[in-house]
């Protein structure tokens, strides 16, 4: 698993690239559960949270766009 992530984009085979993309939707996962903790802390700032919110969407943007590559593949 290591290798594919060290390898360099244009070297990798598609199975590797598969498996570089399923990481990075694991992590971004991880992201939002980090996220959400600290999106219940109600931090009592409306534009905080406000962009606490906006992070979220785009994590979860990115994970879609993520899965749609990987299943594209």
């Given amino acids: 698993m290591r290798n594919?992530?060290?390898?360099?984009?244009e070297d990798r085979t598609p199975?590797?690239?598969r498996r570089v993309l399923r990481i990075a939707v694991?992590?971004?996962?991880?992201?939002?559960?980090y996220l959400a903790a600290?999106?219940?802390l109600d931090i009592g700032d409306d534009e905080g949270q406000a962009a606490i919110d906006q992070i979220r969407d785009d994590v979860e943007s990115l994970r879609k766009h993520l899965v749609d590559g990987r299943i594209a593949l």
């Fill in 4 to 9: 594919a992530v060290m390898r360099m984009p």
């Fill in 15 to 17: 199975e590797e690239t």
């Fill in 26 to 33: 694991r992590q971004l996962e991880r992201a939002d559960l």
């Fill in 38 to 40: 600290v999106a219940s």
